[in-house]
DNA sequence: TCGATTTTAAACAAGG
DNA sequence: ACCTTGTTTAAAATCG
């Protein structure tokens, strides 16, 4: 798609291969003004071109209808038309940048409107959110920038120096803050201070090294402003001083705990050596257990991430593959502008940050509640969740970014649709996704898109979703097929063996590569890694799991294949068997309630994999998944007693460090349901997935499979729909039986909350019925309403042509537990999206009546046809 | 080599 | 007229 090779337009920018070529180590040539036009003054390098200045102002950008641009770098979207203007001022060239995403010279921000920006004599430019770069290099003789002006300085080499920090004990990593300190001081002949960062007084706490295997700091933008500039990470903070001569940074305690337990007794000292631009600092700090590198390039390295630092510095540039800061106020801003994103998140990019490369990551800031955590991710945007690849310490710069990322077009768009908040995306919200997540796709060639269209339009895991009349906007929100999407989601993030590339890097090994610190335990007795060749494709379900209906669709279908082909491999995903795993539980308890983060998968070796924290306190114990998300059950503090954490549908319980169940439901500390319930006293499984009637102790299990009887005493419907109000999650209204504010119902694993009656009766606010008649407890009529409901709330897996199927459902009293006064009978009725096999009309809503022919054993069959959820019905059948 | 899967390209239609 | 969105066909590329 990309391929330099291919396209149409590919690159106008071969146009300007023929400007004139230059030797490849231009030589000096003195210039006098009057030499214009004839003697080349300066020389721009691109990827595939070269341009020798030879005027006195040149605009790089690209060419539209209003004319042309000196340097066209082609059509690309995050390129402004009159995006840099360089001119030269003798002695010397200065850049002017109009563009609106600004520029970033040799890593350092430049900001639209900024002023003149002095040249070194040889830097490189990049353009935000691409990996567009341009080499610039004077030719002028008697270029030799000021000192005091030097951006930064041209890149070099990356000479690391190597500390290590002394390492501690295994047994006090997880201890709780002592008290530490250390400093590093880095000398540093780059005087210049961060800019607009109003002053130094804010400490920011940085807890990425909880992912991240290092961190790197870049040189701000020089600016003559004064002041220091503080830096926290994980618990180091550090501030460089007005005249810049100096770096201080500061190892402390404040971060979250388990930062801070691993920096504890930590003194760090370094200095850079003249010409040093690098700084590595290998320290056995939090995250893998391993190493935490700082790369100060040579500039005063400026760290601003902190949730008090947030407001003053909209932007941070960080790593994705470690964490590697890279300051630039504004530039967030602009170049999400289009989002409406407005600084509450940082922006991970990578491409010249210490050649460690990466994709999109983004943090954001906890508040002072967690400690000065940082989470990574900004949930408010849906679109800075990231995948979080490998580290590949040692690879070229930017190697990762121009990288294909190893997941196919149907992964991608599972990841996305998985981030937004509503689980929902437009086209051009998958498409945003995807190039803020992956530079790899932010060229201008426009192949992948249509890949993603068609995925979209094959794949029959994706449904569409028309927008409501009211809702204005082209185009409709794409869903993930409901009854497969934990899976999906589950297999978004598995790295598939790269397409055309023989080496799959196995997750993890950067660790090892890298850490200079003792393994964490979790990492400790690591087995049953497979290879990833085993994995190396999107696994079709075995024969004998579930989701056999798949092989039921479109047989004979010449094309079925691709109607099918984006399996993904079926596991567990939905209680703690799921086979993911913190990569390190011990200390890497910096993740942070409401943003994502990045979890490992232990038994398969496959990487990496995107999750939403739910919640999150410290140290981590156990993660598991359902409904898409993934759930970090933790304890709390030193005690790990007692720590109640909400998740999605329900919450878990750490109870004295021991998990009684993820993702179920907990009612005054009793669990109720869901997820695998275990008999604390004993450490018996009472159920998997299943539910008691009461403490999980004492209680009796009444299913295994999440199921019991649905109370249909006064023989009322349950109904299953949503609310009109996008605010409000699904809501499910019971019988009166069940109808107890707090409880729950469990449709096919999805736990929604019960509607209180009262509520209902009384206001009925935001809670609609359908028409089907449903009445609610009391009896009352609810206002017909169109459902808004589609495609959650799910009655199993319809097979075409079958006439009854299961329904998972599960309903409890929050009172009294299993409700034992029910019938045989009752009728469910749920809101399902379906669609019209013979047309090609979008999904419409359907509301079906389904029998629920109950028996003791807590399982219902709903005897009525429910038409099948074809998705992708084909045109012509040959 | 073969089949399954995935990617790429492109034609085309509809709608804004 | 142009662009985006969406569907569909066809074929190339990958991979086990």
């Not at 305690?253 to 801070?260: I, L, S």
């Amino acid at each position: 798609m990309s391929a330099p090779s291919k396209g149409p337009h590919q690159h106008a920018w071969a146009l300007l291969a023929l400007q004139k070529s230059a030797p490849a180590s231009p030589s000096v040539v003195p210039w006098s003004p009057d030499s214009k036009g004839s003697t080349a003054i300066a020389r721009l390098e691109g990827k595939e071109f070269e341009y020798m200045i030879r005027q006195s102002r040149v605009v790089i950008g690209r060419n539209s209808s209003k004319g042309d641009v000196d340097v066209n770098m082609g059509h690309n979207s995050f390129i402004s038309r009159k995006h840099i203007e360089i001119y030269f001022d003798t002695p010397y060239f200065y850049m002017q940048c109009n563009g609106k995403n600004g520029v970033f010279v040799d890593g350092v921000f430049q900001r639209k409107g900024a002023p003149p920006f002095l040249l070194p004599r040889q830097c490189t430019m990049r353009f935000p959110s691409t990996n567009i770069k341009i080499q610039f290099q004077s030719l002028v003789d008697e270029f030799d920038p000021p000192p005091a002006r030097l951006a930064s300085p041209p890149k070099r080499k990356l000479q690391p120096l190597r500390i290590s920090i002394p390492e501690q004990d295994d047994a006090n990593l997880t201890s709780p803050f002592p008290s530490p300190t250390g400093t590093i001081s880095a000398a540093n002949s780059c005087p210049t201070s961060p800019r607009s960062y109003h002053g130094s007084s804010g400490i920011s706490h940085v807890s990425g090294a909880a992912l991240g295997r290092r961190l790197g700091l870049q040189p701000p933008a020089p600016t003559p402003a004064a002041g220091a500039v503080m830096l926290s990470a994980s618990g180091i903070e550090g501030s460089s001083s007005a005249d810049g001569t100096k770096q201080q940074f500061t190892v402390r305690h404040g971060g979250p705990p388990a930062a801070v337990a691993a920096l504890r007794n930590t003194e760090i000292k370094m200095t850079l050596a003249p010409g040093e631009e690098y700084v590595t600092l290998n320290s056995g700090m939090a995250g893998d257990g391993g190493s935490a590198t700082i790369l100060a390039s040579g500039g005063p390295a400026t760290l601003m991430v902190a949730s008090s630092s947030i407001k003053n510095a909209p932007e941070t540039y960080i790593d994705a593959s470690g964490i590697i800061f890279d300051s630039s106020p504004a530039a967030m801003t602009a170049q999400y502008a289009d989002d409406g994103v407005t600084g509450s998140g940082i922006v991970l990019d990578a491409s010249e940050s210490g050649g460690l490369g990466g994709s999109h990551n983004g943090i954001h800031a906890s508040s002072s509640a967690s400690g000065g955590l940082l989470s990574v991710g900004a949930e408010e945007s849906g679109y800075f969740t990231s995948p979080h690849p490998p580290d590949q310490p040692n690879s070229p710069p930017g190697a990762k970014d121009d990288s294909k990322p190893p997941y196919s077009y149907a992964q991608l768009i599972v990841q996305a649709i998985s981030s937004a908040l509503d689980k929902q995306l437009t086209l051009s919200g998958i498409y945003s996704y995807i190039t803020k997540n992956y530079p790899y796709y932010r060229t201008a060639d426009k192949g992948w898109q249509n890949s993603i269209r068609h995925n979209l339009s094959l794949n029959r895991y994706f449904v569409k979703v028309p927008r409501s009349q009211e809702e204005p906007g082209k185009g409709s929100f794409w869903r993930i097929d409901p009854p497969s999407e934990v899976k999906l989601v589950d297999q978004a993030f598995k790295r598939r063996r790269q397409r055309g590339v023989p080496i799959f890097k196995a997750p993890f090994s950067h660790i090892s590569a890298s850490r200079s610190a003792p393994t964490s335990p979790s990492h400790v007795g690591m087995s049953g890694l497979v290879t990833p060749d085993s994995l190396s494709r999107e696994g079709s379900p075995s024969p004998s799991e579930h989701y056999s209906h798949d092989s039921h669709h479109y047989q004979g279908d010449s094309h079925s294949y691709q109607a099918e082909s984006h399996h993904f491999t079926s596991e567990n995903t939905s209680t703690s068997s799921s086979g993911v795993h913190f990569s390190d539980s011990s200390n890497s308890s910096l993740y942070h309630e409401g943003g994502t983060a990045t979890l490992h998968y232990r038994d398969d070796d496959l990487g990496d994999a995107h999750c939403d924290v739910i919640a999150a306190a410290s140290p981590v114990r156990h993660i598991t998944s359902q409904g898409g998300k993934y759930i970090l059950a933790t304890t709390s503090g030193a005690n790990n007693v007692g720590t109640v954490v909400k998740t999605i549908e329900g919450c878990s319980i750490v109870d004295g460090g021991v998990v009684k169940t993820v993702g179920g439901i907990i009612e005054g500390g009793v669990v109720k349901t869901l997820g695998g319930l275990m008999d604390t006293s004993t450490g018996i499984v009472k159920t998997v997935g299943g539910i008691t009637d009461a403490g999980c102790a004492g209680g009796m299990v009444r299913t295994i499979s999440g199921m019991t009887k649905v109370d249909t005493s006064g023989g009322q419907q349950v109904v299953i729909q949503q609310t009109t109000s996008d605010q409000t999650p699904t809501q499910v209204l019971l019988p009166s039986g069940l109808s107890k504010y707090g409880s729950y119902v469990s449709v096919n694993g999805e736990m929604r909350r019960v509607i209180s009656a009262n509520t209902i009766g009384s206001s009925n606010s935001g809670t609609v019925n359908n028409s089907s008649g449903a009445v609610n407890s009391n009896g009352n009529s609810c206002k017909p309403q169109k459902p808004v409901m589609l495609g959650i709330v799910s009655c199993g897996q319809p097979q075409q042509g079958t006439p009854s199927h299961m329904v998972y459902a599960t309903a409890i009293s929050s009172n009294n537990g299993i409700n034992s006064n029910s019938s045989n009978n009752g009728t469910v009725t749920v809101v399902t999206h379906q669609q019209q096999e013979t047309t090609f009309k979008p999904p419409f809503m359907q509301t079906k009546q389904m029998q629920i022919s109950e028996d003791n054993e807590a399982r219902g069959t709903l005897t009525s046809t429910v038409e099948p959820v074809l998705k992708k019905p084909r045109c012509d059948v040959p």
